[in-house]
Each structure stands twice: as structure tokens, then as C-alpha cells.
């Protein structure tokens, strides 16, 4: 499934097609004491036991995405966001303003409240936009990061620029203010994944701004405030695309000096379904670092 077709240049900047398509058992959160911790931006689940390792997933999409790695490699204590207003979480504090960078904010601030000594990292898409933030702006607190296929300027997906869209960006700000407009971006995320349960639907208008948020964010300058060491996941769908998307990602992620990149080739954006057991030994890889 390729970015870029359809109505992917107002809304996949952010990976909205990340919505789980298959169902999976629900994850059971740790029992083990831990310091409190409240956010009403996201909420987390606690599984396994081991070292920490923070999942973040992309616009629109539940924690269930990472369901199939986490079974897939035990030994690591995971501890899975659900950002709210996706997938039928509870928007919280996302109902109204910024989303992206105030949930970058909590997660840092969930590390320190919980005690955790240096966790990894790993975000699809905005989640990846989402580590890279907190790895840059709060550096002491992380251990390693790893990106699943986002650039540091989300619009250099459709090859522009924060600068180049801002004036699609600027259209999506009202989107969501008519029915219409709730319906084209619902239209928009069941284009990538059968429909969604009524239950289970991500907020319009969540989506929407933290689309329009995403669309303007260039963390270009900021690569190199990350200290923890930095791989890169990215897809390849098709071998005639291969060489402009390596230099795409080598030109993004130059300025993070030493900074991996392992292309998964014959993939879509959700690199963890379309090819589990190739990111699934990436993964291992870079927890074993």
C-alpha cells in the first residue's frame, strides 16, 4: 500500500493509515508497584518484564499495533502508548490545541514520574516524531531511539517541505468544523484499514490538528541535540523507488551524526505488518545494542 495516492497528501504525513487491521488480544498491564503517574493525553499499558522499552504508534492508530512484535520478542518490559482521540481513546486533553508536541512533553515526563533508568525509544511514523521530540529535547532521559518511516520534516514524505505546505496545512485546521469534512477524513483513515468499529473510531477532529501540527514540524535542526544513538527503519515498496528513498533518508537524518539506516524492502508505511519477521530482527538488533 503506497503513500501518496488518493487523499494521502492531507493526511498521511503523520502514517494515518497506521489503524490496526487485525484484531488481538488485549494486553494485560504490569502488576509491579511503580510511582503514579497521570496524563491526560495518553495512557499506558505495562507488559513483560525486562529492559524498558516505550512503543509509540502513529496518527489514528491504538497500541494493538505493536501487539505481534511485542509477542514476538519477549524479555523487555513494554510499555505501549494510546494517544488520546485515536482510536477510540478518550481525546482528554487533546480535545482542543496542540497535540503532538504536549504529548512529547508527558512522555518525557512519564520516564522521570516512573523512575525508568534510560528506556529505548521507538516510535511508527508519529510515534517516531514523537521519540525524536523527547530524545532531542529531553536527551538525559533516553537510551536509544529507533524511527519506523518518518522523517525529521514530516512533509518530506510527499517530497516538500514544512514551508512547501503550509498552505494545505492551513486548510486542515478547519476541515473537521463540518460533516463533511469529518466524513472525508474518516473516509481517509478506512481507505488503509477496514472500517473501524464504532467504538474504536479516532476523533476527526484529533486527527485533523494533529495532522495540521505535523504537516509544519521540521526537527531537522534539532537531529543533533540527540544523544542516544538513532536507527532508522524505513520502507522500500518498490525496487525503482529504492535509490531516491535512500538518498531521501541519508540527505533527512545527515545531521545526527552516526545515525543507522536499515531499509526493509518490498514494504508498505506499516513496515510491522507487511514484513513482521524483518522488522522483528531489526528490532532485536537495536534492543541489543
Same mark, same amino acid.
Given at each position: 500500500?503506497?503513500?501518496?495516492?488518493?487523499?494521502?497528501?492531507?493526511?498521511?504525513?503523520?502514517?494515518?493509515?497506521?489503524? !490496526?487491521?487485525?484484531?488481538? !488480544?488485549?494486553?494485560?498491564?504490569? *502488576?509491579?508497584?511503580?510511582?503514579?503517574?497521570? #496524563? *491526560?493525553?495518553?495512557?499506558?499499558?505495562?507488559?513483560?518484564?525486562?529492559?524498558?522499552?516505550?512503543?509509540?504508534?502513529?496518527? /489514528?492508530?491504538?497500541?494493538?499495533?505493536?501487539?505481534?512484535?511485542?509477542?514476538?520478542?519477549?524479555?523487555?518490559?513494554?510499555?505501549?502508548?494510546?494517544?488520546?482521540?485515536? =482510536?477510540?481513546?478518550?481525546?482528554?486533553?487533546?480535545?482542543?490545541?496542540?497535540?503532538?508536541?504536549?504529548?512529547?512533553?508527558?512522555?518525557?515526563?512519564?520516564?522521570?514520574?516512573?523512575?525508568?533508568?534510560?528506556?529505548?525509544?521507538?516510535?511508527?511514523?508519529?510515534?517516531?516524531?514523537?521519540?525524536?521530540?523527547? !530524545?532531542?529535547?529531553?536527551?538525559?532521559?533516553?537510551? *536509544?531511539?529507533?524511527?519506523?518511516?518518518?522523517?525529521?520534516?514530516? @512533509?518530506?514524505?510527499?517530497? /516538500?517541505?514544512? +514551508?512547501?505546505?503550509?498552505?494545505?496545512? &492551513? #486548510?486542515?485546521?478547519?476541515?473537521?468544523?463540518? &460533516?463533511?469534512?469529518?466524513?472525508?477524513?474518516?473516509?481517509?483513515?478506512?481507505?488503509?484499514?477496514?472500517?473501524?468499529?464504532?467504538?474504536?473510531?479516532?476523533?476527526?477532529?484529533?486527527?485533523?490538528? =494533529? +495532522?495540521?501540527?505535523?504537516?509544519?514540524?521540521?526537527?531537522?535542526?534539532?537531529?543533533?541535540?540527540?544523544?542516544?544513538?538513532?536507527?532508522?527503519?524505513?520502507?522500500?515498496?518498490?525496487?525503482?523507488?529504492?535509490?531516491?528513498?535512500?538518498?531521501?533518508?541519508?540527505? @533527512?537524518?545527515?545531521?545526527?551524526?552516526?545515525?543507522?539506516?536499515?531499509?526493509?524492502?518490498?514494504?508498505?508505511?506499516?513496515?510491522?505488518?507487511?514484513?513482521? @519477521?524483518?522488522?522483528?530482527?531489526?528490532?532485536?538488533?537495536?534492543?541489543?545494542?
Amino acid at each position: 500500500m503506497r503513500l501518496g495516492k488518493l487523499f494521502i497528501a492531507a493526511l498521511a504525513l503523520a502514517g494515518i493509515g497506521a489503524v !490496526a487491521p487485525i484484531a488481538s !488480544a488485549p494486553l494485560v498491564q504490569s *502488576k509491579a508497584s511503580a510511582p503514579a503517574f497521570s #496524563s *491526560k493525553r495518553f495512557s499506558v499499558l505495562v507488559k513483560g518484564s525486562g529492559p524498558d522499552v516505550i512503543l509509540i504508534p502513529g496518527l /489514528s492508530s491504538s497500541r494493538d499495533v505493536w501487539s505481534g512484535t511485542v509477542a514476538a520478542l519477549p524479555g523487555y518490559r513494554y510499555h505501549l502508548i494510546q494517544v488520546g482521540g485515536f =482510536a477510540g481513546e478518550k481525546p482528554g486533553a487533546n480535545a482542543q490545541g496542540a497535540v503532538v508536541a504536549p504529548v512529547a512533553e508527558d512522555i518525557a515526563r512519564y520516564i522521570a514520574a516512573k523512575g525508568l533508568k534510560r528506556p529505548a525509544l521507538v516510535g511508527h511514523s508519529m510515534g517516531g516524531t514523537l521519540a525524536m521530540m523527547v !530524545a532531542a529535547r529531553h536527551p538525559d532521559r533516553v537510551g *536509544k531511539v529507533m524511527v519506523v518511516d518518518m522523517l525529521p520534516q514530516p @512533509a518530506g514524505l510527499l517530497g /516538500s517541505s514544512a +514551508t512547501g505546505v503550509r498552505g494545505l496545512a &492551513e #486548510s486542515l485546521r478547519g476541515l473537521t468544523e463540518t &460533516e463533511g469534512g469529518r466524513r472525508l477524513v474518516a473516509s481517509v483513515v478506512d481507505i488503509f484499514a477496514p472500517p473501524e468499529k464504532e467504538d474504536s473510531r479516532s476523533d476527526s477532529d484529533v486527527v485533523a490538528r =494533529a +495532522t495540521h501540527e505535523l504537516a509544519l514540524t521540521d526537527l531537522t535542526p534539532e537531529l543533533p541535540r540527540i544523544a542516544a544513538p538513532l536507527t532508522v527503519v524505513y520502507a522500500s515498496p518498490e525496487p525503482r523507488e529504492t535509490a531516491m528513498i535512500d538518498r531521501s533518508y541519508a540527505s @533527512a537524518y545527515a545531521p545526527k551524526r552516526g545515525a543507522k539506516l536499515v531499509r526493509i524492502d518490498h514494504s508498505g508505511h506499516m513496515i510491522m505488518y507487511d514484513q513482521p @519477521a524483518r522488522f522483528g530482527a531489526a528490532l532485536k538488533t537495536f534492543l541489543a545494542q
